[in-house]
Each structure stands twice: as structure tokens, then as C-alpha cells.
């Protein structure tokens, strides 16, 4: 039975890689933060996954955590933060979490580590990119950008050591079991508060064809390459009037202009920093959405096989989860 270390084991890839890793006969270790919730892990039916305690920001405690010679390690902890005042966090986790866990796979034999970056390892771009577009998201000020390129950088330097490491770059990520990405915009939708749709594009991917293809990766996947993870490409229009359709609710039929959505953005930024809480926009979040940026994956079809559904099923599965798992106020 092969053995499986996850990082980032509760959040949204995380669990539904577990239930794929358990429904594939896989021996899995499941690595957790001491606050971690794991009702959700359980509600899986992973409830047969090893569990160990280690924050990916703690070198001593992922080596301590990391078996030996376990078949792939997939690294899947990350930050998506898009809020400067938690940039010092989300640098730690995304830079320096990559970092320990690449070295604790180094130093216990892993056979091949898996990893979980983002689109957003290729900076900002206008158009459709792939993987041979230089990324400039290491000078970026939008630091969720620079640390995944930082972080992929951690990554290359295990491959120059030893190790053997492929990189997935999914897309913006819809589907099943999202505790908070996009599911914050399904919830908008449904309880029609939504103030306005960006006036970008992007692509998009069903979390359980990111999945199917960090199982690819694991399998066929040729050391120190990237894969990009698109599928349906959409406007944020197109994609809030598919949620509309699946929730029965009205939607606006225009996007916002980029310089309304900045300047709420500037404005809930300035205020959240005397109230200290997070604002609903923030610059950095605004900076993405209002950019047409989608990519190609016929690299990751050629080589892993990689399938994407229609927007529409994206939508539906995770509206439908949301609904049965009792995460919208009303229906």
C-alpha cells in the first residue's frame, strides 16, 4: 500500500485529496496545525487517516512529523491571504512552511513531493498564459503572488539536493468542501448582498480534476515541471451569472468599473486598519479580479491526463454542497 504524507490536510484541496488518497487504497499521514477543526476530516469518512500534529512553520515539528521514506509527500498548506497587514504570516507559511517540508522530505526519503502552488506563481499578466511565461510575481506587491513564486523556489532548490518534485499550478479552484475561497461570493449571490461584479476573467477548475491530477503528478509527472490547472475560462460576470442560475437569485446583469472597486477597496483598507479587522475587498484582491488573465493546460492534458468540467457543473457542485452541508443562512 503506498504511503501518502498531506500537508494543508483540512482546507478545501486538502480534504478532498484525502478522500481520493483513501478511496485509491492509499496509507495516509495527515499533517495538521494543534488548532486545526477536523469535523470536516471526518465528515470525509478519512476517519481512518493518521493525524499528526505539525504547523508547516515549524521546522522541528514537520521533521518530527514526516515518516520515513513515505511514497509522495504532497505540500498543499498554503496562505491565500490578500491582505497586507497578514503578509508576515502568510510569508512564513507560503516561503518558509515550503522550506521545512521540503527539507523534512529531503532528510526522510521521500520518493516525490507533490506541490501545491498556484496560477499566481506566474504574476499578473494580460491574456492567456502557459508555462513557459516568465513569471513576474517576485517583485509583486501583491504578496500572496511573490510568496507562491518564492515558495516554488524552495522547491527547485530540493530538486538541485536531490529531490524529486513536480509543481501544480491550479487556476481559481471551484467544487466541494471550499470553507472559504469563492464560496464567499456563492454566499453573496444567495443572500443577494453581492455589491458588484469585477470586471475581469479568469480560468477556473473543479477541485476534484485538481485532485485527479495531483494524483497524476505523484504518478507521471516529470520531475521539476510545472502544470498549469485551467479548464473553463469566464469572466467574473459570466461566472456570478452562473450562481445566479443555480441559486435562483438575481444577479447584476454589468460589471463594476476597475475604478469604483479600487477605490472601495482603498477606502475598506483604511478603515480595517483602524478597526483591525479584515475588510470584505482589500486592494490586493481587487488588483487580481480586475485583470483578464486565463491559462492554458495542454501540457497538464498531454501529460497527466487532466479533464476540466463546464463552469456550470463547477458552479452547481459547489452551490449543492454548500446547500446540503448547511452553509447558506437560507434556501
Known amino acids: 500500500m503506498p504511503r501518502a504524507v498531506v500537508t494543508g490536510a483540512t482546507g478545501f484541496v486538502g480534504l478532498n485529496l484525502l478522500r481520493v488518497l483513501c478511496d485509491r487504497g492509499f496509507d495516509v499521514v495527515a499533517l495538521h496545525r494543534p488548532s486545526s477543526d477536523l469535523s470536516w476530516l471526518e465528515r470525509i469518512g478519512a476517519g481512518d487517516v493518521e493525524r499528526r500534529i505539525a504547523d508547516v512553520t515549524d521546522a522541528a515539528a514537520v521533521l518530527r512529523a514526516m515518516p ?8 498543499v498548506a498554503a496562505s ?5 497587514r497578514r503578509n508576515a504570516e502568510q510569508t512564513r507559511i507560503n516561503v518558509d512552511g515550503t522550506r521545512h517540508v521540503v527539507r523534512a522530505a529531503l532528510e526522510r526519503g521521500a520518493r516525490r513531493l507533490v ?10 499578466h ?6 513557459t511565461t516568465p513569471s513576474n510575481a517576485r517583485t509583486s506587491w501583491v504578496n500572496y503572488l511573490r510568496t507562491k513564486a518564492l515558495g516554488e523556489d524552495e522547491v527547485r532548490a530540493g530538486i538541485a539536493d536531490g529531490l524529486d518534485a513536480v509543481i501544480v499550478n491550479p487556476a481559481s479552484i471551484l467544487g466541494p468542501y471550499d470553507l472559504g475561497s469563492w464560496s464567499r461570493m456563492f454566499r453573496l449571490v444567495h443572500d443577494e448582498r453581492l455589491p458588484g461584479v469585477p ?9 476534484r480534476d485538481v485532485v485527479d491530477a495531483h494524483v497524476a503528478a505523484a504518478e507521471r509527472g516529470r520531475t521539476g515541471e510545472n502544470y498549469l490547472l485551467g479548464g ?10 452562473e450562481i445566479g442560475r443555480a441559486a435562483d437569485r438575481r444577479v447584476p446583469q454589468k460589471p463594476t468599473p476597475a475604478w469604483v472597486l479600487r477605490s472601495v477597496a482603498r477606502a475598506q483598507d483604511w478603515r480595517a486598519r483602524l478597526g483591525g479587522r479584515r475588510p470584505v475587498v482589500t486592494p490586493e484582491s481587487v488588483e487580481l479580479v480586475c485583470r483578464r488573465m486565463t491559462c492554458r493546460s495542454d501540457k497538464a492534458v498531454r501529460e497527466l491526463d487532466y479533464r476540466s468540467r463546464p463552469l456550470a457543473a463547477m458552479v452547481e457542485d459547489c ?7 448547511g452553509r447558506l443562512a437560507s434556501v
Request: hydrophobic share 40%.
Open 68 to 75: 520515513a521514506a513515505p511514497d509522495v509527500v504532497f505540500h
Open 80 to 84: 491565500t491571504n490578500m491582505w497586507s
Open 115 to 124: 506541490h501545491t502552488s498556484s496560477i499566481a506563481a506566474f504574476g499578473i
Open 126 to 131: 494580460e491574456g492567456t498564459i502557459d508555462e
Open 232 to 241: 473553463a475560462d469566464a469572466t467574473y460576470l459570466e461566472l456570478v451569472q
Open 319 to 325: 452551490y449543492g454542497w454548500m446547500r446540503e452541508a
Open 199 to 207: 470586471p475581469g476573467r479568469g480560468s477556473f477548475c473543479h477541485v
